[in-house]
C-alpha cells in the first residue's frame, strides 16, 4: 500500500520516516522528533520524566543522533 508513495531509484523523496537507528550518518534538511521517544507514565509529572529521561546515557545518545541530522531545523515533542 505505501508503494505507491516510495521514492523510485534515482529520486528524491519528499519525506523520509526512519528509525533513529536507521538514520546514522545520513542528513536531511529538516527532522521532528515523534513524541512516542520516551513513554510518558501518567502517575509520574511528566516534568520529572523528561528529566530521568536525561539520566540514561544510551537515551541521551540516541537524541543526539537525532538531533544531529538535520542540518536547517529539528522539531522536538512539546514534552
Not at 519525506?15 to 533513529?20: A, F, K, M, P, V
Not at 509529572?45 to 541521551?60: C, F, H, K, S
Request: charged letters at 20%; proline letters at 3%.
Amino acid at each position: 500500500m505505501l508503494d505507491k508513495y516510495m521514492a523510485g531509484k534515482g529520486e528524491v523523496a519528499n519525506l523520509t520516516i526512519s528509525t533513529i537507528h536507521s538514520s546514522k550518518g545520513m542528513e536531511y534538511s529538516h527532522v521532528t522528533i515523534a513524541d512516542d521517544f520516551i513513554n510518558i507514565n501518567s502517575e509520574l509529572p511528566v516534568e520529572y520524566q523528561v528529566g530521568q529521561m536525561w539520566e540514561d546515557r544510551d537515551l541521551r545518545c540516541l537524541l543526539y543522533v537525532a538531533i544531529t541530522r538535520s542540518m536547517v531545523s529539528c522539531t522536538l515533542p512539546d514534552y
